[in-house]
């Protein structure tokens, strides 16, 4: 549990260059073992006003790895081991809504997981839980987000739901007129199961999701050009710098745990009998579930 007076420590997963902000200090690069693999780099570590910031480039400096080939776990592992208590994912998708025109940014406050191939849970046979998901994302961050976006000129959308793709590949038409007529707002590949193994690890967690192009679906789709999306991203990866250096100060506040319950969300999520818990998956929990399971 993250208890009163503990300062944020904010972690952000993102692009290769979102760590490039103006004005961080003290940084460092720094690789963490993780009980669940390989985390997709090491961890970038600096101080923004104060503020202990710690970044993680999802997909490894150069974009190495693909969506269906992150180590989820092992990224949100390290991140609880480098004490981050509140996480900003910052994504680019695609828009399924004729106003969320590329360089919008969505607040997700929802999520529909289509992924398939991808461990989404730290728990397990030994060691069983089940956290509350009905609300995926923190508000008290989302809110924080939205004031930095309104403060920074961003147009932006306060809710929404993302529709989480195993990709490599974008979706078909038939895909992309489903996922509309379920009024998803945007579509992306990387967000789950991330979401869900920051409320099994008790850390905060929202979604910036900027919008880089429409959806198959569009009539105008076919003429998107590669320059325009280019150059899209490149204007995306500004904003969303300037976004989260603009966050990071106004989370310095919090004197106390999640008022959402995001910092003691193991607390009722435990099924597993002490005495049948199997010790190996014990010691693999100890940063996730240390709290709880007396580590």
Same mark, same amino acid.
């Given at each position: 549990?993250?208890? +009163? ?5 904010? @972690? ?5 260059? /979102? ?18 693999? !390989? &985390?997709?780099?090491?961890?970038? =570590? ?17 974009? *190495? /790895?693909? +969506? ?25 998708? @695609? ?9 919008? =940014?969505? /607040?997700?406050?929802?999520?529909? %997981?289509?992924?398939?191939?991808? !461990? ?9 839980? #089940?956290?509350?998901?009905? #609300?995926?994302? $923190? ?24 529709? &989480?793709? !195993?990709? +490599? ?18 579509? @992306? ?8 193994? &920051? ?14 192009? =429409? ?5 105008? #789709? %076919? ?25 990071? +100060?106004?989370?310095?506040? *919090?004197?106390?745990? $999640?008022? %959402?319950?995001? #910092? ?5 999520? /435990?099924?597993? &009998? ?16 240390? *709290?709880?399971? @007396?580590?």
């Amino acid at each position: 549990m993250t208890t +009163p007076g503990t300062p944020p420590v904010i @972690g952000v997963i993102g692009g290769s260059g /979102i760590y490039e902000i103006d004005g961080l200090e003290n940084t460092r690069w720094q690789r963490i073992e993780s009980s669940f693999g !390989e &985390a997709s780099d090491e961890l970038f =570590f600096g101080e923004l006003e104060g503020v202990q910031m710690v970044f993680l480039p999802r997909h490894g400096r150069g974009h *190495r /790895i693909p +969506p269906a080939s992150v180590n989820y776990r092992a990224n949100i592992d390290v991140l609880k081991r480098a004490g981050v208590t509140e996480i900003l994912s910052v994504s680019a998708c @695609g828009s399924l809504k004729e106003e969320l025109d590329p360089g919008t =940014f969505v /607040i997700v406050d929802q999520f529909i %997981d289509r992924t398939i191939a991808r !461990e989404k849970s730290f728990f397990g046979p030994g060691l069983v839980a #089940h956290v509350a998901l009905g #609300h995926p994302v $923190c508000s008290r961050l989302g809110d924080a987000i939205e004031i930095a976006a309104k403060d920074l000129g961003i147009k932006y959308q306060r809710g929404g739901t993302y529709l &989480a793709m !195993e990709g +490599p590949q974008f979706s078909t038409l038939a895909e992309s007129n489903l996922y509309r007529s379920w009024n998803c707002d945007v579509i @992306g590949m990387t967000n789950m199961p991330e979401a869900k193994l &920051a409320r099994e690890a008790e850390i905060c967690y929202a979604t910036i999701a900027m919008v880089t192009d =429409f959806d198959c679906w569009h009539p105008d #789709h %076919d003429h998107v050009t590669v320059d325009s999306i280019i150059k899209t991203l490149l204007e995306n990866a500004d904003k969303g710098r300037a976004l989260v250096k603009n966050i990071a +100060p106004a989370l310095s506040a *919090r004197d106390e745990s $999640c008022s %959402d319950g995001c #910092h003691t969300a193991l607390d009722v999520a /435990i099924i597993t &009998a002490p005495e049948t818990r199997d010790k190996e998956m014990v010691k693999k929990l100890d940063a996730v579930a240390g *709290r709880v399971l @007396g580590q």
